[in-house]
Every structure is written in C-alpha cells, then in structure tokens.
C-alpha cells in the first residue's frame, strides 16, 4: 500500500513563478516529514523537513506546509529557478524510524 | 565534510551471479539505511542499522539478500544468485538518529545491471 502519494508526475513552471508540489500520506501516525531534490545519476539531497507539531517551516526560497487534518503536506519554492528542474520526492516517518518515500513529481522550470 | 560514500558506482552482473556493495557513512551518524529505487519510483526502504544492530528488514529483502555494518562504521550489502528483478539503484543513506529532526543523507548510489 502506497502511504506517501505524490499524483502529480510532473510539473511546469515559468522561471521566477511560485512552484507548489504536492503531497498526500494515509499514515496518522507519521510526525515527521521531509522533502528531497533528486538530480538523475545522484542519490536524493535533503531540502527540508518539518515535524508534525508544526504547520509551517521556512528555510529561503523552500518553504513546507503541512495539514495534518487533511493529511497533506506541499512544497513552495518562491521565485523558481532555472536550477530547481529535478525531481522532487515526499517522505514520512514515525517514531524516529525509516522513511517512507512517494513516487515523486518532476518539475521543470521553463526560462 | 565528507558526505555517504558508496562502491562501485556501477555494477554489471550476468544473472546467478553475487554481488557485493560497499558503503561508508557520514562518520559521526550512528544509523545507517539501505534503500532500493527503480525507475519512476521513490527509494524503497530494504533495511536498517543502529550501529551494529540492525533493526529492521522490509519484507522486500528476500533470503537472498543480506546486510552487515560489523563495527557500527561501513556496510556492505550483498545479494546472492543475482536474478534480472534485481536490477536497480541501490542508495545507502545515514543519520544521527536523533528524534525530532534527522533527516537521511544519501549516497550517490550503486547502480546494478543483471543481464
């Protein structure tokens, strides 16, 4: 069963525009969430996290939301980059244990 | 800072054969994760270490496949009798472990090939 969904394979951007990547999980018990950047050929590099006790967390352009009641989590990155074109990957975790990765979303940012 | 570091990069086996994968952490983490991606999908978790213990295993890891991190320092990961199914990237990551805000670091993967 797929815990962490990710529904959009990919999105499109304009350069300088607001991206927003999106990301659902079924797991109530999850506290800990965790949005990585994937380049092909590399392994994940991590963006930024959030813990369930909050519902935002802000680290420059990346910012992440989460809405524990509707169970979903999103990725703003403000303004978008030439750079940010990759693959974006959601993971959970609960209790300090193993993360549980979605599918991912490929965005690309258009000059 | 030296960041996870795994061998080889690449590995192109004929199916039958073994195969064995080495990583080396961040030297001050004491967890350390293997985790296996396929194409158009996110890292599928195999297994895990706190030090020298390992505390999980995905059912995903067949009796085929074993892990070892003998010192609570390298791992090595190998698969046995290698069958095309296999073929994968195969990322090791690692962390403090600390609750609250511990986030994986990854390796550059070893990508595997069974012909």
Known sequence: DQQVKQNSPSLSVQEGRISILNCDY???MFDYFLWYKKYPAEGPTFLISISSIKDKN???RFTVFLNKSAKHLSL?????????SAVYFCAASRYNEKLTFGTGTRLTIIP | DTGVSQDPRHKITK???NVTFRCDPISEHNRLYWYRQTLGQGPEFLTYFQNEAQLEKSRLLSDRFSAERPKGSFSTLEIQRTEQGDSAMYLCASSTGQPGDSPLHFGNGTRLTVT
């Open chain 1, 58 to 60: 802000e680290d420059g």
């Open chain 1, 26 to 28: 079924t797991n109530s």
């Open chain 1, 76 to 84: 703003h990155i403000v303004p978008s980059q030439p750079g940010d």
């Open chain 2, 15 to 17: 199916r039958g054969q």
